[in-house]
């Protein structure tokens, strides 16, 4: 599949992926892909993508990809079900996504200074939250 995808920045690439699973999360959908070339897996969201077409060249799905031990490995953030309310700041290039994409139904969206937001929404419990190297969780 050939793709011209959007990043946050407004950047736009051209790539030739190969498209292994559908997953929503919260009120994005992503497109799990392999890109030529390379041996690891990315997520790509719908809503960035740009121009999508058919291409002709053809490739073997991955043997090792499972999409459950995928997402076990917390990939997409899913988790046993329980919930907790999550306040975090992240700096605005890194959590422009969650002004287009929510991550609850009761996010909200704090200025908390002229780089950063002040996030509170309630998650799944689980470690995707957690990780990421541009937040840091204030409860």
Same mark, same amino acid.
């Given at each position: 599949?050939?793709?011209?995808?959007?990043?946050?920045?407004?950047?736009?690439?051209?790539?030739?992926?190969?498209?292994?699973?559908?997953?929503?999360? =919260? $009120?994005?959908?992503?497109?799990?892909?392999?890109?030529? =070339?390379?041996? *690891?897996? #990315?997520?790509?969201?719908?809503? #960035?993508?740009?121009? &999508? &077409?058919?291409?002709?060249?053809?490739?073997?799905?991955?043997?090792?990809?499972?999409?459950?031990?995928?997402?076990?490995? $917390?990939? /997409? $953030?899913? $988790?046993?079900?329980?919930?907790?309310?999550?306040?975090?700041?992240?700096?605005?290039?890194?959590?422009?996504?969650?002004?287009?994409?929510?991550?609850?139904?009761?996010?909200?969206?704090?200025?908390?200074?002229?780089? /950063?937001?002040?996030?509170?929404?309630?998650?799944?419990? *689980? #470690?995707?939250?957690?990780?990421?190297?541009? &937040?840091? &969780?204030?409860?």
């Amino acid at each position: 599949m050939n793709v011209e995808y959007q990043n946050q920045h407004g950047k736009k690439n051209k790539a030739q992926v190969m498209p292994l699973a559908l997953v929503q999360q =919260g $009120g994005a959908m992503y497109l799990v892909v392999q890109y030529e =070339g390379f041996e *690891n897996y #990315r997520h790509l969201a719908l809503h #960035r993508i740009k121009k &999508a &077409a058919v291409s002709t060249f053809s490739f073997e799905y991955p043997k090792d990809f499972n999409l459950k031990h995928y997402q076990e490995q $917390g990939n /997409f $953030g899913f $988790g046993d079900g329980s919930m907790v309310k999550l306040t975090f700041s992240i700096s605005h290039s890194a959590g422009f996504h969650l002004t287009e994409t929510p991550l609850s139904k009761d996010q909200q969206i704090l200025e908390e200074t002229e780089a /950063f937001y002040r996030i509170q929404a309630t998650v799944p419990d *689980n #470690r995707f939250y957690f990780h990421h190297p541009q &937040a840091q &969780a204030l409860q």
